[in-house]
């Protein structure tokens, strides 16, 4: 084979495996470069082989008789000698086989022009398709974009976040309206709710919207812009009070990464994000109070890192909000956020530097000041100012949960430490502090269940990667553990929430069965009732690795059920009403929980846990109203 063919034809069929591999299963950012520098390579060794082969080729060389006049010399069956009867050697060619389908499907130059062109345009169309995907979407800058979003709602205030750079629009004013269940009193008028007199790029034109609510009760509301946004949310149920709506379900959906055109479909929208889709169609059946976003919102370094400044940061959180997917998810559900790597770095792990804050600024305007108010800290500070003034982790209750969500990038040490470095730290000193408060915190009696937020795996059981996981972080790690089954014992169930992987993982820690050494004959610290359990679920719209990554080794990671499969996958936690039985107290009860995972839009799994009962006596809980306060923030 010449070497220019031998070129051609292998940069053909890297082209065609990588750009398959990045176009339909992972926007790896070093394809691109790839894929463009080898098409420079095909395209002319693909001309130069075409060229330099001739359309012939030889079969065999032999010595051949050939006798001019043999027919004219056979008289009936005789053939006469003559003397013109010639020996010479010759060559039998014929024209060199087509092989269309090694032509078409790997790329191979063929004889024939039309293949052989074929071939290389399939080349240069799977190029056109890359550079589709990595260039259209940066074109899309979205400096105009206008757009309003529903963050934290809680039972007396629901916050919105509004994005308007067109100053003729402003000020601009929302109006709210109750819209279900109808109140008696027919007042179905709009209100106006509250306004947002201007916007400027100290902020990329966003501002934050307070709208307090005109009903105790829980409703469903519509509300309105006068820049012609609107869209449905629903109030939230007091802290440790039931759910009015929905029979009593307390129901809210959780999942993480998103990314635009995975698998990409060259029909799609610059900025669709495909996953979201199925999301879409299964939302209005859930009555979801919330989606609590586990990280990985953008992508800032996938598939192309465009620029480290504020504006490269800023640009890609305007992509996702206009994207023609956003809308079907978000027009009617509050959406609270968690940061993870992807919307500052890699498998960020560096205490705060000069990235770090271009980074934070957009989460900051667009997903941190719409969230839930900061967390409490450890010491209770003032009443008027609970939280650390630069806190950026967040705590709330309602209706039968209490929440908290974790900030696992802003203060970790280096990954790089040994996993079970006594001084390594995921949370810094001060988060695990207010962390291990709100672990420690009774609840009041409505309240049967604390939820953890973290942007990653609380399980060692993920074996790519772990150190970027709590597995690389084992000391605080236990001791969290420890905390939360102290919780269970005060008679409140802890469920962790985590994305990440890609992967769905749902993982038991249960206590240790005794206490100290085995011999001790000492009875267990926690009763197994008090297991800790985690649920991870993502991608909503990202790859998937079709090779496993996690094993259960030794017992102190269960593993309840384990799926890698799937480009789109999200959790539905629905807390369910307490049982109506006469006789025992509200402190008795435990509670049920259901999840449920979707993966491409089907249910295609669910389990369902109970919020241990109380073994401290309600002793330990606060005076009614301080419980009431701390826990309404
Ligand atoms: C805001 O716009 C002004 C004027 O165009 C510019 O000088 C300034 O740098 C911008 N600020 C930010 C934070 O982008
Ligand atoms: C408001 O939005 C609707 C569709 O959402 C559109 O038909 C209408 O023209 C818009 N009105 C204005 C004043 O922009
Ligand atoms: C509450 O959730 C459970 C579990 O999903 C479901 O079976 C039940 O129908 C729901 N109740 C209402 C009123 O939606
Ligand atoms: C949101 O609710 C409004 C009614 O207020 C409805 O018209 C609209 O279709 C809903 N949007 C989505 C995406 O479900
Ligand atoms: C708050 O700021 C102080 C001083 O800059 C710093 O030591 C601390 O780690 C920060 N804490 C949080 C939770 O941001």
Redesign the pocket.
Known sequence: MLVQTRIAATTSVIIRLASYFFLRWALFPPVPPLVFALLAINLPSFVLSHRATPTFEIVKEVDVVVTDAAVEDKVGDAVFEEEDVDITSSVFVRPRPLHALRTLLLGFPSPSKLLSLLAALTNILLALFVADRVYSEHAMTGQDLSFVRIGYVSDTTARFLIREPDQAKLPLTMEIRVCDPRPLSDTLDWEVAGGVRWTDNTTDYTAVLNVPLPSKRQHVYEWRTSNNHSGEFTAAPGAGQSPTLHGGNFTFVATSCMLSRVPYDPRDHPLAITGTRHLAKVLPTLGAQFMLFLGDFIYVDVPRWWGKSVSDYRQKYRQVYASPDWQPIAQNLSWIHVLDDHEIANDWSERQTGIYHAAVDPYDHYHAAANPPLARRADGGSLLRGA?A???YFSFSQGPASFFMLDTR??RSSNKLPFDSTSKTML?A??LADFLAFLRRPEPPGIKWKIVASSVPFTKNWRVNTRDTWGGFLVERQIILEAMWDAGLQGTGVVILSGDRHEFGATKFPPPAVDGSATSGKQARWPPSVAVHEFSASPLSQFYSPVPSYFQSGDSDVKLKYINRGNSKFGVVTILPLAEDVGSSVEAKSSQLLYRLYINGEQVWDTSIESPRAIQGPKARPPFFLGKLFGQR
Do not use: P
């Open positions: 650390r630069n806190a950026t802003s203060y810094g001060e988060q």
